[in-house]
């Protein structure tokens, strides 16, 4: 298999899953206006939703390009072996980028500078499609950290973003409403009900459902939460701003208080990398 047919299949696949995705929005707008939960609120969601794309595009044109040279460095001096290019290694690439997505997933709601951006993704109180491009603009780059040991074990760098494109891809169509429980395949598969439990804010759903493509991975590592009552959609905090720039650095201004008022060096640490919930015990 050569580049240019990695690159077409590559675009292939994201094509399908963009057509999937604009059906279930058409799908989506014209159920809500039949039902009159059509409001100005509705679509000013979904334009602060949209608006992430303009710093998170911004930061991959001018920054993560770059970066991504990173990879071709690592492959040719450290990479102790290169991974053949075909149709059962693809089909590894794509398992191995999930599970990885899964890791960094998870670890971006452990961590309080990774939440912070992840953060921007769960903020909507709506969940709809265009939910499912609402980035934090720095996102990428923590990605990107979590997909170099994927050039240690060997993959070429096309292989490694053919896969994490396709497990990004995939997840277009999961952020809806619209589709129910899809029986068996919800054993295996991340599915919109799996989704919605990830996106709610009540106790019992919250921190679950990580997975990408696979929601197996969730089941192996006690982070699994099936649908039950429908989610309260949002952050745990009272955020439900509609104003682009507040969506994109939500959680800043908090994180620089904290920083701010920190008594010691290991209070600074903890706000930074600790769980977003954690502070200092009082005495």
């Not at 794509?94 to 971006?108: K, Q, S």
């Not at 899809?182 to 759903?205: M, W």
């Not at 745990?236 to 650095?249: A, E, G, L, Q």
């Amino acid at each position: 298999m050569n580049l240019e047919l990695l690159e077409n299949l590559g675009t292939q696949i994201d094509d399908a899953f963009f057509i999937i995705g604009a059906i279930i929005l058409i799908i989506e707008i014209a159920e809500a206006f039949f039902k009159g939960n059509l409001k100005g609120r509705t679509f000013l969601e979904m334009l602060a939703s949209a608006s992430t794309q303009i710093p998170y595009l911004l930061v991959e044109i001018f920054i993560m390009t770059s970066a991504y040279g990173l990879f071709y460095i690592l492959a040719e001096g450290l990479a102790p072996w290169s991974i053949p290019m075909n149709w059962w290694t693809l089909v590894l690439v794509v398992i191995i980028a999930d599970i990885t997505y899964y890791w960094e997933h998870r670890i971006a709601h452990q961590v309080r500078i990774l939440w912070t951006q992840h953060a921007v993704h769960h903020s909507s109180r709506d969940f709809n499609i265009i939910t499912g491009i609402r980035f934090g603009p720095l996102e990428s780059v923590w990605a990107l950290i979590a997909h170099i040991p994927m050039v240690f074990m060997g993959f070429p760098p096309e292989m490694i973003f053919f896969g994490s494109l396709t497990v990004l891809a995939y997840q277009t169509w999961i952020h809806t409403e619209t589709i129910g429980k899809l029986g068996p395949l919800e054993q295996v598969l991340n599915t919109p009900s799996h989704h919605r439990v990830h996106h709610g804010s009540d106790a019992k759903y919250l921190d679950k459902n990580y997975g990408g493509i696979l929601i197996i991975w969730d089941r192996m590592f006690g982070s699994f939460q099936v649908e039950e009552e429908t989610p309260r959609y949002g952050l745990t905090t009272d955020f439900n701003s509609p104003n682009p720039i507040h969506v994109w650095f939500s959680e800043i201004p908090q994180l620089y208080r904290d920083l701010k008022s920190a008594k010691s060096g290991r209070e600074v640490f903890m706000r930074l990398f600790a769980g977003p919930g954690w502070s200092p015990k009082k005495d």
